[in-house]
């Protein structure tokens, strides 16, 4: 894939440090040309829901109404066409073998690897009352509270994580890229501006210690490093063996600066920092750049769920790239279930496609995930993808070979021989001819 450094303006978010909020890393609304520079602070609802297809009780009417439910998309993702959706799907049903290793055996769809979301919560729900068939059949976890919201997701910001990670094949155009892990959402807010950091280190402690799972999708950002509670709960992750996928951060106007816990990749090898990238493959305006980055992922203008039905059709932000690589690491454990988180790290930066410039490259990492790549290639994971000090440029065109003449010229010898032979034969018949028929001359 060609890439280049997109010029385009990004997302402006606002973002306050570790005394204040926690920052989303995207948009939860449809963009414009110009995105809003104030997000909206509607007060979380202190009573109590549970959400899950199976045994939830609809939200309440009197969430704040998020409008007519948008209409479900007409046309495929163009991330789904950019990262192989059809080979993909072949590796969701389970058809899709490899020959040499694992003994041929069907790839998982992700099952039944465990997936956390740290986000705003997940609503499975349209109009209130009528379950969202982007989610059902969904493999979902009952969905956790940090606070005692009654809502499951009015922001839709999870909402639209999660759909990039599970949403289900049930005719819709929208389809997960894992849909059949089992996600458990927690939700560590329920308010456009963010989270609190204390129910952050809830969040994290609660998936770490009580859920366990395989991988956890931090679709959020820090501008300033962490307290001590946070740096021992991810800590404690790697010692588990757990993959955390974090939002490489999104530019919030004053130019770039690392975001955590996405920073922390470049010291701790279970947490892999995602950049975006737009349709074109450019990297996306918004998308903070940093030499912390290990891989970039599909997040501008990106098709997902919208909570209370329908679908959003353009979502900003390093928070809807971030979940792609988390279904990506899904399906290689699923299928891989012995790797290690720094195998994981390795196996993705080793089979994305090759950025522009050097590689590793401060805009999109090792370059933009290639899944089908990362789940079928044979390599020993172990060793880190090789850095180059530039792109591989396209081969110039090779001139066309002259053709072999060779045995034109000897047939051509041969002729020459021949027709020479000839002559000769035909001149020495002439001339005894001539001898045979000339007079006697007497002396």
């Not at 991988?215 to 307290?227: C, E, F, K, R, W």
């Not at 279904?327 to 279930?337: I, K, M, Q």
């Amino acid at each position: 894939m060609r890439l280049r450094r997109a010029l385009a303006a990004g997302l402006l978010v606002t973002l306050a440090g570790l005394s204040g909020t926690i920052g989303m890393a995207g948009a939860s609304a449809a963009p414009s040309s110009h995105p809003s520079k104030t997000p909206s602070t509607k007060a979380p609802a202190d009573t109590t829901h549970s959400s899950s297809p199976s045994s939830t009780v609809p939200p309440s009417t009197d969430c704040p109404s998020p409008g007519r439910p948008r209409s479900p998309l007409t046309v495929t993702p163009w991330y789904a066409e950019q990262l192989d959706y059809p080979a993909l799907s072949q590796i969701n049903q389970g058809l899709y073998t490899q020959s040499g290793s694992f003994d041929g055996r069907p790839f998982s769809a992700g099952d039944p690897v465990k997936v956390v979301t740290i986000d705003s919560g997940l609503n499975p729900y349209r109009s209130y009352d009528k379950p969202n068939p982007v989610f059902a059949g969904a493999d979902l976890g009952p969905l956790k509270k940090i606070e005692q919201w009654q809502y499951p997701d009015c922001v839709g910001h999870g909402t639209q994580v999660a759909s990039l990670i599970i949403a289900q094949p049930n005719g819709s155009r929208l389809i997960g890229i894992a849909p059949r892990v089992r996600l458990y959402p927690i939700q560590y807010t329920n308010v456009d501006s963010g989270g609190k950091p204390k129910d952050l280190v809830a969040a994290l402690s609660y998936a770490i210690n009580v859920i366990r799972p395989r991988v956890i999708n931090m679709s959020l950002q820090l501008v300033n490093a962490p307290g001590r509670a946070v740096m021992d709960l991810l800590k404690k992750a790697e010692r588990r063996r757990i993959v955390i996928v974090a939002a490489g951060g999104n530019d919030n106007g004053q130019g770039d600066g690392p975001v955590y816990p996405a920073r922390y990749s470049k010291h701790m090898k279970n947490i892999i920092a995602v950049a975006a990238v737009g349709q074109d493959g450019l990297a996306a305006g918004f998308s903070i750049s940093g030499n912390y980055m290990d891989v970039a992922a599909p997040g501008d203008k990106v098709p997902v769920a919208q909570s209370y039905g329908g679908a959003l059709p353009g979502a900003v932000g390093t928070s809807f790239a971030a979940p792609l690589v988390t279904g990506t690491v899904a399906l290689l454990l699923a299928t891989h279930p012995t790797m290690s988180p720094l195998a994981v790290r390795n196996r993705l930066e080793a089979t994305a496609d090759p950025p522009p410039g050097t590689r590793p490259n401060a805009h999109y990492g090792y370059g933009v995930i290639n899944p089908v790549q990362a789940i079928t290639s044979e390599r020993n994971d172990l060793v880190k993808a090789p850095k180059a000090r530039r792109g591989a440029p396209l081969a110039a065109p090779h001139p066309p070979a002259a053709p072999d003449r060779t045995l034109e010229h000897r047939a051509l010898a041969v002729a020459v021989v021949l027709l020479g032979l000839a002559a000769l034969t035909v001149t020495g018949a002439a001339v005894l001819r001539g001898r045979r028929r000339a007079p006697l001359h007497h002396g």
